[in-house]
């Protein structure tokens, strides 16, 4: 209760200030349905909430529901609540194809800068989307340095210079009406003065990323006035984006939602174009956002619980178990395996809470323990985290490290001992066996909601809360932990995000273990209004909406390649 | 000899550009006096140079002479070479009290702002050093907020209202001929402009830090012009500041040494002022820097192998000594007690290849495996922390983390199961059988030198780079380590240290175990180039040149209080 009354304020005052300074989007139409009692979930969980914290939640909701609303005419976005808020969102599905030829009229060439992360899927996606929609005149074509090695990636996934599907990136660039630019964030940050003056008069700049903004806002530069500039930011790594697109021609709506961002609209159709870009890759559903928000919520949450803290847990609980006694395959069994298993099954299709509900009666108290001497260490390294991106310091970071690479590139990271154990230890998975730790679980969810607790004092909505914090994390990121170690997740996302989960891991794991298990190992009782706070957390109702928004799909991620899996990119 | 060449042009530029850009000094007599053949070690240091690197590094060394002399009529600097570099030095020494009368010459008051750690030293040192000279006419006056907890501590140690040596902050900085500025590092960076403006003018402001001059250069704003500000930086913590300067009674010129700058000299005698100040703080020599040097290579040092490195490096080994089937005890005996005991003492008294020369001929090649395994991630981690400094953003992460203290303060670090062995350790140790680990050994070394390796590549003069990477480290903070544990050492530091440490240290551990550990475990050999240029690096003979200047004294500090040993400061 004190809680939700003490960022409420905050948060109003935050989702003001962004509306009015980084977007210049109109206000217009609001289709609103009610999804309160859309799903038994849903339902239970909306019940669960107490009277009250309900409806001071709700006294911040309008907010949201008035400064970010879709300019569409062609798609219908719906107005759904969540934990009291109300925000709009487009739900997305292969019924919508059908529109995309109305939401990208004027485009005939669709340029693909980069394939790194985002580039192969998006690109596939948006290629077979189109096939699809029975647009043949509209091409994708791919953009790259004619001497790079993913030359021969691209026309491996038919992407050719002879069917005019790739081609030089700034030739590209010249010849695109909508341009998705996915080149690594560092080369976004030096090369952006020359692909701003590459670009058509009236063409769409599509962004991904919001980082492109932090950096041109540390340099005091603004986009040209003659372009549009749209965000569509799936939440989840290139290649899960393209897994699930696929698993997606099965069950209708499979995907990964995207957060969408309309930053300058010079047509006038800007939301069409950057909805019909979220629909063409599969989004279930889109919500929007600015390109700031963006950038700070991805930037922080894969420093986070997506990949930074997720590792610092698992290796701070790994050394913790062994010293204790366990041997080094339980060891990994009950702290990676249990937290890519169980627990993260339980919180993708159930939610957050049922993780504790479903712990036996004689070990939630060893949970919550464990939660309540994690949840403030870890908020110390998140907001330090936050802040660090808020201010610009990650983002300069960021780009020195990477003009350090041909010194220090990056390293592997899984060569240790205890990711050895992992290989074996999946090698002999027995998936039922896995075992659910009460003390691993009260530690992984601490920390996820402690990363939550952070984003909604800086005023994110749920729906950014949520996929930053909680989707991505079970439905993208963990499922290729769980497929090949800490690597195959870490590195087959950005080079930001790589830098970032390499930085602040060992932060969470050093906190953790100084703090948190000290604190358990001098006696450390639960505290009850820690547990209660925990179990009303407003998050958890949001949390049953957004799963009331997409179909239930596990991502199949094999242990072995297959398409739209990737491997763990070049060090 | 590649490596010298490689960094003589960029110290070159670098040097000259913070000359031209920082300081307002005039350039004018030079005392020469040759150390070259002043004492065995150095001769036996310098022997070992080869001629063609020797006269290599002699190239360079001209610039640093040329740009940095001392502006004094007063004392007697000497010329010293460092590695076939010049230096002007200041040796100190109780001989030079009775020069203190012309030096402070106008100067009535001396207030002594603030009472963390360098406080109650500076101001201890300082009114003996009054007293010893017959100044009874000087009145030091500790400058605090009349709430503060450290008033006590003050008047207990003989600075009262009724004596007129304790005041109010603002009454004592109104009043003063000379202001020494030790308050905390993030209380200077909000409070600098009060305390500029309230300053009379001609008075001289004394910095014992750079920092002030990073986050002003960072807000845009200068000093005012009609008054000195001057740095003295003692390259020690201030408990080891006073009881080194105690030890100083018996053993004339036994101290801390510092660097000095003179960034603005609005009297003309600021030099006079600033090196009346180091003298009397009993600094056994005291060399030339600009401020920014200073705190680029403070800030970086204390994170690398003074506190953060030292800290991740015994944190990462011990758990792997375990690992390996060590014993907790024999652990923490091979990793810190070998680190803070042998591996010292060879370094402080012999230099750093010293410890190779002590490696028993059939451990040399483990030594050396580590050594080679570690010096690049050591490297790695150091480069971007040295350019993290140099960007602004470490300086804006302290102040953004001193801001969230009254949510998150700084906590114990040592309540790991690590440092309650090490308790029990230290309470049976029997010194002279303290093991000098060849692994141990060789990363500790390893990461020494790519610490001096990342200055010397930045331009820092071999003062301030022996100061900063090795005396420091074994003459003043590894003795606190060796008493009490890691908390011991850390947090009887400054605030920006032991914020840096706490961020630093998990880096270093992750990226060692990560990939020195697994490169050694997957058979790597020694690389005979590495080994070579590591018994050439120029600091040996350099750091002989430094040993040489202040007599041989261990830093005397008990595992139980002491006067001027000061406690683990408050969290």
């Not at 009354?5 to 200030?17: E, Y």
């Not at 005419?73 to 059908?98: C, S, Y």
């Not at 919500?287 to 986070?304: A, C, H, P, V």
């Not at 450390?524 to 009331?548: R, W, Y």
């Amino acid at each position: 209760m004190a809680f939700t009354a003490k960022i409420a304020p905050s948060f109003l005052v935050s989702s003001h200030a962004f509306e009015q300074k980084s977007t210049t989007r109109a206000c217009t139409q609001q289709k609103t349905k009610s999804f309160a009692s859309n799903g038994s979930l849903l339902a239970f969980k909306q019940a669960m909430i107490p009277a009250v914290r309900a409806s001071s939640a709700r006294a911040a909701a309008t907010v949201v529901a008035e400064s970010l609303t879709f300019d569409t005419k062609i798609f219908e976005p719906e107005t759904v609540t969540m934990a009291g808020e109300e925000e709009q969102i487009l739900r997305g599905g292969r019924n919508l194809f059908p529109l995309l030829k109305d939401a990208w009229k004027g485009i005939k060439k669709v340029g693909v800068i980069g394939w790194g992360s985002q580039g192969p899927a998006q690109a596939k996606n948006v290629r077979d989307s189109l096939v699809d929609a029975g647009m043949d005149d509209v091409t994708v074509q791919i953009g790259l340095r004619m001497t790079s090695a993913s030359c021969d990636e691209a026309r491996e996934a038919g992407f050719t210079e002879e069917s005019g599907t790739l081609g030089e990136t700034f030739d590209v660039i010249a010849d695109s009406d909508l341009v998705l630019l996915l080149i690594a964030d560092a080369a976004q940050a030096t090369l952006y003065p020359r692909i701003l003056a590459t670009m058509k008069p009236g063409a769409t700049l599509g962004l991904s990323h919001g980082f492109l903004l932090g950096v041109m806002k540390n340099n005091g530069d603004d986009f040209r006035p003659d372009i549009n500039v749209v965000l569509v930011a799936p939440k989840g790594m290139g290649p899960s984006v393209r897994r699930l697109y696929e698993q997606g021609k099965e069950v209708n709506g499979a995907g990964i939602n995207a957060s969408c961002g309309i930053h300058q609209d010079y047509t006038g159709n800007a939301t069409e174009v950057a909805l019909g870009w979220s629909v063409a890759l599969g989004s279930p559903f889109t919500f929007l956002t600015t390109l700031e928000m963006e950038y700070r919520s991805d930037i922080y949450g894969e420093r986070g619980i997506l990949l930074g803290a997720v590792h610092g847990i698992v290796e701070s609980l790994f050394r913790r178990y062994t010293r204790q006694g366990m041997s080094d395959e339980d060891a990994f069994k009950n702290t990676v395996e249990s937290i890519t298993g169980p627990i993260s099954k339980i919180i993708s299709s159930k939610g957050i809470d049922a993780v504790y509900e479903a712990i036996p009666a004689d070990q939630k108290e060893e949970f919550m323990t464990a939660y309540c001497a994690s949840y403030g260490p870890a908020k110390d390294i998140l907001l330090e985290c936050y802040e660090d991106v808020h201010s610009g310091n990650e983002l300069k970071s960021v780009c020195m490290a990477v003009d350090r690479f041909d010194r220090f590139p990056m390293k592997k990271i899984d060569g240790t001992h205890m990711w050895k154990v992992g290989e074996e230890v999946r090698a002999k998975r027995v998936e039922d066996d896995i075992p659910l730790h009460p003390f691993t679980a009260g530690v992984y969810v601490a920390t996820m909601i402690a990363q939550i607790d952070v984003l909604r004092e800086k005023g994110h909505s749920f729906s950014e809360v949520c996929n930053e914090s909680i989707i991505e994390a079970v439905d993208s990121l963990n499922p290729y932990m769980h497929a090949r170690g800490v690597a195959f997740m870490v590195d087959n996302c950005s080079y930001t995000a790589r830098l970032g989960s390499r930085k602040w891991a060992p932060r969470f794991d050093y906190n953790l273990d100084q703090q948190a298990y000290v604190a358990v190992d001098n006696g450390l009782k639960p505290d009850p209004e820690m547990e209660s706070q925990f179990l009303q957390n407003p998050v958890h109702a949001a949390q049953a909406t957004c799963a009331s928004l997409r179909p239930t799909v596990d991502i199949s991620v094999t242990a072995e390649g297959g398409d739209g899996v990737g491997g763990a990119r070049d060090y």
